[in-house]
């Protein structure tokens, strides 16, 4: 995970209704080498966008809501405890248990 101030969910997003910070949506090389959970977002319909501050330099939007890797670590990081809490914060809670 980035260092970046995620507890700031209001301000996450631009008027362009995507994540403020990200210069373009250009993907990688997709000869790179994915884990298991980056593989799980790219099969469900996640682009990956390219960003030096998210998890392996890369994080996963779709439909505006963020790639969950591993929910317990995520709900450690950013201090919080419900799954309600994450989807506010723009992070697609449904597709981590779907793809379970």
Sequence with gaps: MSDYDYGRENELWGNDGM??????????????????????????GFEEIADD???N?????????????????????LHVTSDNELFNAGYDVQAYYDAA
């Design 19 to 44: 994540p403020y910070g990200v210069d373009a949506y250009e993907p990688r090389d997709y000869s790179t080498q994915y884990n298991r959970s980056e593989k799980k977002a790219l099969a469900n």
């Design 53 to 55: 501050n998210a998890f």
């Design 57 to 77: 330099g890369r994080y996963f939007i779709k439909d505006h809501l963020l790639w969950i890797h591993n929910i317990s670590a995520l709900k450690r990081k």
